[in-house]
Each structure stands twice: as structure tokens, then as C-alpha cells.
């Protein structure tokens, strides 16, 4: 089945630090890739995506690309913020419309001034 | 607009109590679901719908019921609350474009 693995922490984070969180996926075909971004106390938002391979997504100065040769979908970001303190998830949704999200298991992310 | 709307924000059941969390969308989306998030578990998929009077198992399906009468709302009866469904819920939905799911802020929920 479709499955997702990504880095699970907690990371902490000194600010303006370089971020990456790596993130992997299992699925037929071309998946759509997410990171959702959960705030303390708050449901998921979307923070980006990308549909095809070698789409990248971006956000809020975060980027992932989706790379179907290594079946990845990494986030980066060059300086972290202490406002970037939340979990951080990775979700693919199947091809053929199927709309079922998957999740790896969310990463928390700590970033200290 | 307001999105996705869940309440309640907190609950606490009994154990063997039954409710419903409820659950309304204002952006016209046909597809709706719901998941539950554990420590260390991630978000799993308890019960979706892809348009008003169509629904579909998701992962962890059992010992929860939903309907969809009417494109806008989507709830979630708990039959007979357990200890193991203390979870917090969330309500999803997106348009059939798979522009990607708004999630509501979730709903707390402890069976003692």
C-alpha cells in the first residue's frame, strides 16, 4: 500500500539555522506530495505541494521538490524562524483521484532565538 | 469564510457514552474526511466522503459511524466510547481538484 516515512525528531533548532527534513514516499505511479505544517494547538495547514515530478513547492521561504527517481520529497529552508516551531508533516495523495491522504508520522521542530 | 468548523473543542465521554463531533465546511468542497491523531502515530483516516450521500471506510474505521446529507456537513458518531478512541479529531475537506484539504482545529476528546 501507500505509505510515507519522514524524519520524526523532535529537532531543535538554533534560529537562522538551515532546515531539512526528509521525507520519503511508497506509491504506484504519480502521487501529489504535501507538507502540512501543525501549530501548537491549531489543526494542519497547508504549507506547499507539487503534483508532477520535478515540481518544486513553495512557501514561506520553505521548498521541496518532488524527486520520482529517489521517490523524496525533502523541505528546506535556509533560515529558520522561531515562529517555524511546530510539526511539520508529509502526506501524498494517490494517483486517480482517490482524494485519501497519507501521513508519515510528523516531525517536531523547536527553533530557540 | 469560515473554513472548517468542528466543535466541540474538548470533550470528555464516559466509557461505553455515545456523541457526535460535528463537523461543517462553507467552501462548497465535495470531498470531506475525518482523522484522528495520536502521539508517534501521525493522522490516520477513520471515515471519508467524496460528495453528500456517499461515504467510505478509511483506515481505523471501527466503532465510528458518519453520514453525509448535505455537502456542507459531515459528523462523526462515537457508538459506544472507549478508552482507546481518547484521540484528538480532525474534520477535512477539499475541492474534487485536489487543490489540497483545509483542516479544522480539532476536537479533544478523553473516554475515561
Known amino acids: 500500500g501507500n505509505s510515507v516515512t519522514q524524519m520524526e525528531g523532535p529537532v531543535t533548532l538554533s534560529e537562522e539555522a538551515f532546515l531539512t527534513i526528509n521525507c520519503t514516499y511508497t506509491?504506484?505511479?504519480?502521487?501529489?506530495l504535501f507538507w502540512y505544517v501543525q501549530y501548537p494547538g491549531e489543526g494542519l495547514q497547508l504549507l506547499l505541494k507539487?503534483?508532477?515530478?520535478?515540481d518544486k513547492g513553495s512557501n514561506k521561504g520553505f521548498e521541496a521538490t518532488y524527486r520520482k527517481e529517489t521517490t523524496s520529497f525533502h523541505l528546506e529552508k535556509g533560515s529558520v524562524q522561531v515562529s517555524d516551531s511546530a510539526v511539520y508533516f508529509c502526506?501524498?495523495?494517490?494517483?486517480?483521484?482517490?482524494?485519501?491522504?497519507?501521513f508519515g508520522k510528523g516531525m517536531k521542530l523547536t527553533v530557540n532565538p | 469564510n469560515a473554513g472548517v468548523t468542528q466543535t466541540p473543542k474538548f470533550q470528555v465521554l464516559k466509557t461505553g457514552q455515545s456523541m457526535t463531533l460535528q463537523c461543517a465546511q462553507d467552501?462548497?468542497?465535495?470531498?470531506m474526511s475525518w482523522y484522528r491523531q495520536d502521539p508517534g502515530m501521525g493522522l490516520r483516516l477513520i471515515h471519508y466522503?467524496?460528495?453528500?450521500?456517499?461515504?467510505d471506510q478509511g483506515e481505523v474505521p471501527n466503532g465510528y459511524n458518519v453520514s453525509r446529507s448535505t455537502t456542507e456537513d459531515f459528523p462523526l458518531r462515537l457508538l459506544s466510547a472507549a478508552p482507546s478512541q481518547t484521540s484528538v479529531y480532525f474534520c477535512?475537506?477539499?475541492?474534487?481538484?485536489?487543490?489540497?484539504?483545509?483542516f479544522g482545529s480539532g476536537t479533544r476528546l478523553t473516554v475515561v
Open positions: 477535512a475537506s477539499t475541492p474534487q481538484n485536489g487543490g489540497g484539504y483545509t
Open positions: 506509491a504506484t505511479g504519480y502521487p501529489s
Open positions: 507539487a503534483t508532477k515530478a520535478d
Open positions: 502526506a501524498l495523495m494517490a494517483e486517480g483521484g482517490s482524494e485519501k491522504l497519507v
Open positions: 467552501m462548497n468542497h465535495e470531498y
Open positions: 466522503s467524496v460528495g453528500a450521500g456517499i461515504t
